[in-house]
């Protein structure tokens, strides 16, 4: 049974599913081969159309909705993780903010080529002492004449290394802070002052990586401000609703694929003389899985039904982004037993899609933090 938002989105659902099996798939055994994205994948994308798709199209976007968005992410994201973050570089947080919140130039300047994938930008809010409590950023801007002077340190920024432009979050007001006292930068890549310090890759694909940031002096003028003085919190916490029913669908994908290679893996593999699945241990984790997949994908089509509807949803993104990110790591722990030996070797998927689904358990708010908003919302 295959559970579906609409019954357009069926028909797009088959259409990426062949997409991502004939085109895509090929592209991420070469980026677990090399961990890089090959040429021409950005191409490939753009000329396909899912890039800039749900960015609006006087700014060369697809102006698709969200349900649309998130089932390319879902479809994906059931090949490699790489594909859902290039979408995502591209119709999500950073174009989205600036194509809402900027000034006519510097829509002019970035939201295109964002869209078309000629440029990338990165979102800068993580502190060494700033994670969870995002609101304890230390990174300052203050007034110079003509501008703002940025001293700070951010890191863990996803592709901040190559990124042309970076959303960087800072104090402009210390004693107003997350109330009015965060605002956020437009800083250009080679800005005097501004330099990566470090580069780093994760448990995922070494094709994903992420840096720190260091701003020295940094001098930027009024003209990169996004949105007004003392609006860059408001800015960035805009972006979660989409955000974290983006992540819930990419976890969708990752454990359908994973069940879809449980499966046939037990329906082809024989010990002691019979298929693995005839045995119930096997049986039960598929079961499970597959329960659990069916359980989250009702409850995040229907979240993402009523966000398009315009519904307030109280703590529903946070229950699915909690729910959806926990399931895919259970469901990822089962397809590796399932696999045996098979399931912890690099040449084989199952291994890159147990390492690559344990960032969403941390990233866009960690299961804790979604914890304590569900609760917050129960205890009122
Ligand atoms: C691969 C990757 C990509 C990232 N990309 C970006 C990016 O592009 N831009 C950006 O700004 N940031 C990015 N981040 C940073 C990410 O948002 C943070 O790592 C995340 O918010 C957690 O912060 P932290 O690492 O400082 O952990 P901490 O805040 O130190 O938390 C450590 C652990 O304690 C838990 N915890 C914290 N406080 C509490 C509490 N009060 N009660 C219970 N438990 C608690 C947390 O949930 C976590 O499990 C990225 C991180 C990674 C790993």
Not at 20 to 37: C, F, K, M, N
Not at 135 to 152: D, H
């Amino acid at each position: 049974m295959q559970l579906e938002i609409s019954t357009e989105l069926a028909e797009l659902r088959a259409a990426l599913r062949r997409f991502t099996s004939e085109r895509l798939e090929p592209i991420a055994l070469e980026i677990d081969r090399t961990g890089a994205v090959p040429d021409g994948t950005i191409e490939l994308l753009r000329d396909q159309g899912y890039l800039g798709m749900r960015l609006p199209e006087e700014f060369g976007g697809g102006g698709c909705d969200l349900p649309t968005y998130c089932l390319t992410l879902e479809e994906f994201s059931r090949s490699h993780r790489v594909f859902t973050l290039i979408l995502d570089g591209s119709s999500g947080l950073n174009p989205i903010a600036i194509a809402r919140f900027g000034s006519d130039e510097q829509k002019r300047k970035y939201v295109a080529g964002l869209a078309n994938g000629s440029l990338t930008a990165a979102f800068a809010l993580t502190e060494p002492e700033a994670g969870s409590d995002s609101q304890a950023i230390r990174t300052r801007a203050e007034r110079t004449p003509g501008g703002w002077l940025i001293n700070g340190r951010k890191h863990y920024i996803s592709g901040a290394h190559v990124a042309d432009v970076i959303l960087v979050m800072a104090v402009t007001d210390p004693v107003k802070r997350a109330r009015g006292g965060i605002s956020s930068f437009l800083v250009d890549r080679g800005t005097p002052g501004f330099t990566v310090t470090r580069v780093e890759t994760t448990i995922g694909s070494d094709a994903i990586k992420i840096a720190e940031l260091t701003f020295e002096n940094c001098f930027v003028p009024d003209s990169a401000v996004l949105g007004e003085v003392g609006k860059g919190f408001a800015i960035a916490m805009e972006s979660l609703v989409s955000g974290r029913l983006g992540v819930a669908c990419s976890c969708l994908g990752a454990a359908d694929r994973l069940i879809e290679m449980s499966a046939r893996h037990a329906n082809e593999r024989k010990t002691f003389g019979q298929p693995l699945a005839d045995r119930q241990a096997i049986q039960w984790m598929l079961a499970d899985s597959a329960t659990e997949l069916a359980m989250a994908r009702a409850f995040t089509y229907e979240t993402l039904r009523r966000v398009q509807a315009g519904e307030e949803t109280g703590s529903a993104t946070s229950m699915c982004k909690l729910y959806c990110t926990e399931m895919v790591g259970r469901v990822a722990d089962r397809a590796v037993q399932i696999h045996g030996g098979m399931g912890l070797v690099r040449s084989y998927p199952v291994e890159r899609f147990y390492r690559d689904v344990r960032h969403y358990r941390v990233g866009e708010g960690s299961s804790e933090m979604h914890r304590m908003l569900i609760a917050r919302e129960v205890l009122r």
